[in-house]
């Protein structure tokens, strides 16, 4: 990808809590548990911004 979260999705990176940006991606793509970190409303941009990344993060699988 070569994109930080940030600047690929703003508006979803901003609705998740400070103590959750700091957990491990492989913790965090486990069973899409980064969903579960949004925190607040979904709004629209915050549900194209999921779909964005989602697709984005289609077939990754991370190693050991």
């Keep these: 990808m070569g994109s930080s ?3 690929l ?3 979803v990176f901003a609705a998740i809590g ?3 940006r700091k957990v491990m991606v492989a913790e ?3 069973g899409n548990a980064w969903v579960r970190h949004i925190n ?3 709004t629209m941009q915050i549900l194209l911004e999921i779909s964005h990344l989602c697709d984005l993060l ?3 699988q ?3």
């Design 5 to 7: 979260s940030m600047s």
């Design 9 to 11: 999705a703003p508006t």
């Design 18 to 20: 400070v103590r959750k």
């Design 28 to 30: 965090a793509m486990n």
């Design 40 to 42: 607040g409303p979904w």
């Design 58 to 60: 289609d077939g990754v």
């Design 62 to 64: 991370l190693s050991t």
